[in-house]
């Protein structure tokens, strides 16, 4: 079984439309994260919820909005899509919050958007 | 920003021992000292986690100094399929999160 799961794996799409990515963790984690890692392959986070709560949000255009329906899953939402959201997204989780010492993350293998 | 600094890349060749050293000199007395491990294509994997002295697993070893400002990653016998970007993490909350460049290892035949 995969531990955190993500999809679509691959996403090609046009500038200005919506698309959503999806994310479930099987792992009875609390806390989940979306990271981003851009062409130069800097792994950057952008979210992170804890019990379905927001308790990172790093600067990032509104434009991203994730949602938590229950702590086993946590769906990023991309609005207007621009050429330079082209990344690979990867979806993580941890056992409790901020993966504090002790804890480790978990990824998903990623989700490629490219938009054209 | 990052709270490491790591070699950008290294070349090994199968069968040789790889160290790879990542410094974190303000590192706090309660962070922990992570590694993990990104092939391409892949989202990245834990692979060890000390806090002083010597950590030893099935995959790798960690080498914590008494002034814990750095470590270094060791992995035994290197094989091709090694080949992988090796980030370091220090810190609690949010700092935990945040990922360097990494270290690319290139291991050859």
């Known amino acids: 079984d995969t531990a955190v799961s993500q999809t679509p794996k691959y996403l090609v799409t046009q500038m200005g439309n919506d698309k959503s990515i999806k994310c479930e963790q099987n792992?009875?984690?609390?806390?989940m994260y979306w990271y981003k890692q851009d062409s130069k392959k800097f792994l950057k986070i952008m979210f992170s919820?804890?019990?379905?709560?927001?308790?990172i949000n790093e600067t990032v255009p509104n434009r991203f909005s994730p949602k938590s329906p229950d702590k086993a899953h946590l769906n990023l939402h991309i609005n207007s899509l621009e050429l330079g959201d082209s990344a690979v997204y990867f979806c993580?989780?941890?056992?409790?919050?901020?993966?504090?010492?002790?804890?480790?993350?978990?990824f998903g293998e990623g989700s490629w958007l490219t938009v054209v | 920003l990052a709270k490491t600094t790591q070699p950008i890349s290294m070349d090994s060749y199968e069968g040789q021992e790889v160290n790879i050293t990542c410094s974190h000199n303000?590192?706090?007395?309660?962070?922990?000292i992570t590694w993990y491990q990104q092939f391409p294509s892949q989202g990245p994997r834990f692979i060890i986690q000390?806090?002083?002295t010597k950590v030893t697993n099935e995959v790798a070893s960690l080498f914590i100094p008494a002034d814990r400002k750095s470590s270094t990653l060791s992995l035994p016998r290197v094989s091709l399929s090694d080949t992988a970007v090796y980030y370091c993490?220090?810190?609690?909350?949010?700092?935990?999160?945040?990922f360097g460049t990494g270290t690319r290892l290139q291991v050859f035949p």
């Open positions: 303000n590192i706090a007395t309660n962070d922990y």
């Open positions: 919820y804890n019990n379905k709560e927001l308790i």
């Open positions: 993490l220090v810190g609690k909350g949010t700092d935990k999160l945040i």
């Open positions: 993580a989780s941890s056992r409790s919050e901020t993966g504090l010492s002790g804890n480790t993350i978990y």
């Open positions: 000390g806090y002083k």
């Open positions: 792992l009875g984690h609390d806390t």
